[in-house]
């Protein structure tokens, strides 16, 4: 286990102490000291140096230093092993009768595996390569556990489990034919009526699995599993390719197989819907691709903010250096004159053979983030493409030619791309070279440089998509159009998404336009919104972008649906329906949340 020492800069006062800590820390590697003296006058600790000894923690006289650990692979409680030098995974989730245990991680530290293994389509191997152990000695060793009745029940058949896989777009290759036959075939519980006009599937229960969107497949899936008769529920990633409305129903459905008292266990990186379904949370930690952690089951709400924080009080275990923590946003004082004003436009109107959009006047101001919400089939994605020149509007003006957009386009495809990251960044950005600051601001943090020697065609969807958003954000525009950039990030990836997006913008006075399903990671970035409205599919309406609390109580309004801020992490809440909260703030007409939270 690593030890470092950490420092509380509220409690720190080097002024009145003499920085004992400094002058006492004890030299290590090479004669350099753990603790020196930072630019803000205050002590900063070198993790890499600092041994966790402890003297500058007695020394301190205000109690500024403590020692936690760090992440590294456990001597004991290997669950799993891949292979020689490959990754393991310490621990596994335990699924509790009568609850949703939720997983939240990185991409990378065993999530997936977690609930492959719990679903019974990976045997443990205990970490043992040479000599794997039979299903006799993988129950004895989770002795004194639920997960030794668990894995009894497993190797017996006795215990029935059903897996909701991740990548959804995979079923047309082993499911063949329409949504009606598959779904009648699995309904061992005899609501597919029921459960089709929940997750709205009727439309398309004659067609075709191989022509559905990845929307359609995702419900789909959900209900698929959820008609079988099992015992324990395995859902990887529900919320994929899903709007806000359908990512609530799926919720709620998945809630009400705990009520029947069932065991679920769902990987999720949207936190509000994590918050909304989950009775508890298992935070799974580690060096993705190396090995994962799975920590005790806590609390929803508690084990959220412990994400958010970093720390793991009760393992004394802190995972990530900074906290990531939700404001408030007060109202932008811009006003709009021709000088602050990036991109002006008109009403638009855009007609398709079966579907259309009327676009309302609006502006986006330098210095400013635009989100962009609304269901599926909205038109979204056709009112970025117009403001970016991909489509022409049937009636209305475009924007000025002159403008320089960047745009990262919803749908990514790494066989467009030939060659390594490093060479598509040189074409895209010519000889031109990074600035220090997109360097550290862009680059380092959203670890492209890890991903420079990669063929474009190896990476993975997360790969992909950081660096379409990086690519996109490096370029030199007025402004900058991302068109649903949180898809296939995971949570950490979500929220560096989003401060790199508004460094960009504030720093270098420019403006973005962001198309976002993740009410959270729409709230950490926006400063207004604009709201798409409508029947989806058929016609669609873009409200003039609004402030945002106005334009979340617009968008919740039609969901139906009310937000409450965490008051720890200032994170949104979904409230229970019906509950006291819920019908106070409605009756207010405050879905967002109540004035006295803001």
Not at 257 to 277: F, R, T
Not at 322 to 341: A, G
Not at 385 to 391: E, F, M, N, T, Y
Not at 414 to 443: N, Q
Request: aromatic content about 8%; glycine content about 8%; overall charge neutral.
């Amino acid at each position: 286990m690593v030890r470092v020492a950490v420092l509380d800069k509220e409690r720190c006062k080097p002024e009145d102490c003499g920085l004992v800590c400094i002058r006492f820390c004890p030299p290590v590697r090479n004669g350099l000291d753990a603790i020196k003296l930072g630019e803000d006058g205050k002590p900063v600790v070198n993790e890499r140096l600092c041994v966790g000894c402890g003297i500058c923690v007695r020394k301190c006289p205000f109690k500024a230093l403590s020692i936690v650990n760090l992440p590294e692979e456990l001597e004991e409680d290997c669950s799993h092993r891949f292979g020689v030098n490959a990754f393991k995974l310490y621990r596994l989730p335990i699924p509790s009768p009568g609850k949703v245990t939720g997983l939240v991680g990185k991409n990378g530290v065993g999530k997936t595996t977690s609930l492959m293994i719990l679903a019974g389509i990976i045997k443990p191997n205990l970490g043992r390569l040479d000599k794997p152990p039979d299903w006799d000695e993988i129950i004895e060793y989770y002795g004194g556990s639920p997960l030794q009745e668990h894995f009894r029940g497993l190797s017996s058949g006795s215990l029935r489990v059903v897996y909701k896989p991740q990548y959804v777009d995979k079923i047309p290759r082993v499911y063949k034919g329409v949504v009606k036959e598959l779904l009648s075939r699995v309904d061992e519980r005899g609501l597919m009526d029921a459960i089709c006009d929940e997750l709205e599937l009727n439309e398309v229960l004659n067609r075709d699995l191989a022509v559905l969107s990845g929307g359609e497949l995702q419900r789909v899936a959900v209900a698929a599993t959820w008609l079988r008769d099992a015992d324990v529920y395995f859902f990887d990633e529900p919320s994929s390719y899903l709007d806000v409305k359908q990512r609530l129903s799926v919720a709620r459905v998945i809630r009400r197989l705990s009520g029947e008292g069932k065991a679920v266990v769902v990987s999720e990186h949207d936190l509000a819907i994590l918050d909304y379904l989950s009775d508890q949370v298992c935070i799974i930690y580690g060096n993705p691709g190396v090995y994962g952690i799975v920590s005790r089951p806590h609390p929803v709400r508690e084990g959220i903010n412990i994400f958010l924080r970093g720390y793991i009080p009760d393992e004394n275990m802190r995972f990530r250096r900074d906290e990531i923590r939700f404001h408030v946003k007060p109202p932008l004082d811009r006003h709009s004159s021709e000088e602050n004003v990036v991109v002006r436009w008109g009403r638009l109107i855009k007609r398709f053979e079966d579907f259309s959009l009327k676009v309302e006047p609006g502006e986006i101001r330098v210095g400013e983030v635009i989100g962009i919400l609304g269901p599926n089939g909205i038109g979204k994605t056709t009112f970025v493409k117009i403001l970016a020149g991909v489509l022409e509007p049937d009636e209305g003006e475009v924007p000025s030619k002159t403008l320089r957009i960047s745009y990262k386009p919803q749908y990514l495809s790494a066989e467009a791309y030939s060659g390594t990251v490093e060479e598509l960044f040189r074409k895209a950005l010519g000889d031109k070279p990074v600035s220090g600051f997109l360097e550290e601001e862009l680059i380092q943090p959203m670890g492209i440089y890890k991903l420079l020697e990669r063929e474009v065609s190896s990476l993975s969807g997360g790969e992909l998509q950081k660096v379409a958003i990086a690519l996109c954000l490096s370029r030199d525009a007025d402004l900058y159009l991302l068109d649903e950039p949180s898809a296939y990030l995971d949570v950490e990836e979500r929220f560096i998404m989003t401060k790199v997006i508004r460094r960009i913008v504030e720093n270098f006075r420019k403006a973005a336009l962001v198309v976002e399903h993740d009410l959270s990671a729409a709230d950490f970035v926006a400063d207004r919104l604009m709201v798409f409205t409508g029947k989806p599919g058929l016609e669609g309406t873009a409200l003039t972008p609004m402030p945002l609390r106005q334009g979340m109580n617009t968008f919740l309004r039609e969901l139906d649906v009310t937000f409450r801020r965490d008051p720890d992490t200032g994170r949104p809440r979904v409230n229970k329906e019906g509950s006291r909260l819920d019908r106070y703030q409605k009756s207010i007409g405050e879905y967002y949340y109540a004035p006295e939270e803001g």
